[in-house]
């Protein structure tokens, strides 16, 4: 029969019964903020709570904070204070309400955006174009794991089935790690994220969940958020969820985060001439957003763009409808109606939302050319 020996954590074995009767004691009129910012590898995620004396409604009633960037891979010891700025805020599915996650900006002793602070530079670019209503949809996929890094559900020596049974799999041979995705939903749901969907993915313990539509930097926050839940639901159950673009090397899928994007116009009749534009403009752009689609400079994407897979190589680019192959894929349903949007198929599963959309922008409607994005 199947190996079931999995490698859990250890604070997953700890009574979540005994748990809940702390959480369920009245905390009176105090609030928990868990403010929550990207760390210094552009990947990671931390968090830490503050008690407030009364539930904020906006941003405004968020004190700004701070933490030891040297603790973060954010700065030096010796000058290691880095300042929290709220900028977008959520109910939280953990402590409920009325607790909040509390998305921040990282700035430096200076006062200037950490250097995996992308927030601040996709939000001016973002508000160039606000008359034009960017919107993006992103397509997260990531792999459950044990803690020991083994692929969740997989046997511990050897291999599963090889690929075909699983995508949108059920049953219990098909589906790994269901319990997962469906408390990370309704996580989501619960906190005021804007998931649209989740399905099981190509490689087994392989998932993906689908962010938007949303429009500007909106997209960002809330597949950050998305992001951090998942984490966390994760931690619960004492397994990790990766965004590696390719956990497992050979014949498997790699795991990407493929943006949908269009604009007012693409979306009215006759936007299939915008967005046939905008495909000519991103041709010439290939190796700027290859730069920009992973967090070590398309180093991550060069194991998971090999051609094969349903991707497309890295080193060239293409476009076509409904091709699962190819750079850019237009939707059959948008070749047939002429209008609609676009798939981006390149951005990495851990790419930064930021730099992806904010690269998209650039290129398609700032009209950008060359290998360095222009300074406004």
């Known amino acids: 029969g199947p190996d079931t020996t999995m490698a859990a954590s250890a604070s997953s074995k700890l009574s ?3 748990k809940q009767q702390y959480m369920d004691l009245p ?3 105090q609030v928990q903020a868990m403010y929550i910012w990207i760390d210094g590898t552009g990947e990671g995620l931390r968090c830490k709570t503050r008690t407030l004396d009364s539930e904020p409604k906006t941003i405004e009633d968020l004190p700004e904070w701070n933490f030891d960037g040297s603790s973060t891979y954010q700065s ?6 880095m300042y929290l700025i709220p900028q977008a805020m959520f109910r939280d599915p953990f402590r409920k309400d009325p607790n909040k996650l509390v998305l921040c900006e990282v700035l430096k002793y200076n006062h200037k955006p950490a250097e995996t602070n ?3 530079m996709c939000k ?3 508000g160039m174009v606000q008359n034009q209503h960017p919107w993006f ?5 990531y792999t459950l794991l044990g803690t020991d890094g083994h692929p969740f559900g997989w046997p511990s020596n050897g291999f599963p089935g090889p690929q075909g049974p699983y995508y949108c799999g059920v049953g219990a041979d098909k589906a790994y790690g269901r319990d997962v995705v469906e408390a990370h939903y309704r996580a989501c749901l619960y906190a005021g994220v804007k998931i649209c969907g989740t399905n099981a993915e190509v490689m087994p313990a392989q998932w993906e969940f689908q962010v938007g539509p949303c429009e500007g930097i909106e997209m960002g926050d809330h597949l950050w958020i998305a992001r951090f839940l998942l984490h966390r ?8 969820a990766s965004f590696d673009p390719k956990p497992i090397p050979g014949n498997w899928n790699g795991a990407g985060c493929h943006t949908n994007f269009s604009t007012k116009e693409m979306r009215e009749e006759g936007g299939l001439k915008y967005i046939e534009e905008s495909i000519e403009r991103l041709a010439k752009r290939h190796q700027y957003h290859i730069r920009a689609y992973d967090p070590k400079g398309g180093l991550d994407n060069a194991r998971r763009l090999t051609g094969h897979h349903e991707t497309s190589n890295i080193n060239e680019f293409s476009a076509g ?3 699962r192959g190819a750079s850019i894929r237009i939707p059959r349903s948008v070749g047939q109606e002429k209008k609609g949007y676009f798939e981006d198929r390149r951005p990495s599963a851990n790419c930064d939302p930021y730099a992806v959309t904010e690269a998209l922008v650039r290129t398609c409607l700032l009209s950008e050319e060359g290998e360095e994005p222009v300074k406004y």
Do not use: H, T, W
């Open 321 to 323: 409808v409904a091709n």
């Open 16 to 18: 979540k019964a005994v």
């Open 76 to 81: 030096e010891g010796s000058n290691s204070d």
């Open 118 to 120: 992308l927030r601040q």
């Open 27 to 29: 905390q009176g009129d």
């Open 124 to 126: 001016k670019i973002m």
């Open 233 to 240: 639901v994760c931690e619960d159950f004492g397994i990790v």
């Open 137 to 141: 949809g992103m397509e997260q996929e």
